[in-house]
């Protein structure tokens, strides 16, 4: 069963644009994690962010994470082309052996 | 040039056969996996493994078998008993299976049965 679902499926902005993913999941989790895939690739660790955390940055990156609304955003900010992707949230799941639990993804199209 | 490697990038199968797909890593991790991606959808995980010799099902095992003979290497074997094999396959590694550690993936293996 799939814990996160990223919305919305699909984001197409032009460059320079800020974009925003979210990811909700349903239950307690002791982190969660942001991968990117480009189309037929396989997946690249962007970000992790603990349960105790709300927010974290790494470059153009911010992730937010809300425990209680059981929720996450990803904002990439001043996009560029080469950010195309899809953007997947996966949380481990403390009633499976802590096994990772990826959602749908996000296919994100930015124009130049 | 540490990584993980996955071959064929392509692979066709008539249906009724057995094929293998091969995973190797050089990033000395202890815990590898096995999820299978279609169009549209998330990762869906087959199989783990945290050690050498031992391995575990995840949420959709029936069909698929592998083995973890060597600490580098967890070949995933889609039976014919697997009935919508076409897909693409992902392997990855962590430096153990704790949930804090990131994933890294391999560049995918995408299945045709014919």
């Known amino acids: 069963s799939q814990q996160g679902e990223e919305d919305p499926q699909a984001l197409s902005i032009q460059e320079g644009e800020n974009a925003t993913m979210n990811c909700s999941y349903k239950?307690?989790?002791?982190?969660l994690q942001w991968y990117r895939q480009n189309s037929g690739r396989g997946l690249v660790h962007l970000i992790l962010?603990?349960?105790?955390?709300r927010e974290k940055h790494s470059g153009r990156l911010r992730v937010t994470l809300d425990t209680s609304k059981k929720s996450s955003s990803l904002l990439i900010t001043a996009s560029r082309a080469a950010d195309t992707a899809s953007y997947f949230c996966?949380?481990?799941?403390?009633?499976?052996?802590?096994?990772?639990?990826f959602g749908a993804g996000t296919r994100l199209t930015v124009k130049p | 040039d540490g990584g993980i490697t996955q071959s064929p990038k392509y692979l066709f199968r008539k249906e009724g056969q057995n094929v293998t797909l091969s995973c190797e890593q050089n990033?000395?991790?202890?815990?590898m996996y096995w999820y299978r991606q279609d169009p549209g959808q998330g990762l869906r995980l087959i199989y783990y493994?945290?050690?050498?010799?031992?391995?575990q099902k995840g949420d959709i095992a029936e069909g698929y078998s592998v083995s973890r003979e060597k600490k580098e290497s967890f070949p995933l074997t889609v039976t014919s008993a697997q009935k919508n094999p076409t897909a693409f396959y992902l392997c990855?590694?962590?430096?153990?299976?704790?949930?804090?550690?990131?994933?890294?993936f391999g560049p995918g293996t995408r299945l045709t049965v014919l």
């Open positions: 990855a590694s962590s430096a153990d299976k704790s949930s804090y550690n990131e994933q890294f």
């Open positions: 239950t307690s989790i002791n982190n």
């Open positions: 493994s945290q050690i050498v010799n031992d391995f």
């Open positions: 996966a949380t481990d799941d403390s009633s499976v052996n802590n096994d990772m639990r």
């Open positions: 990033l000395n991790h202890d815990a």
């Open positions: 962010i603990r349960s105790n955390e």
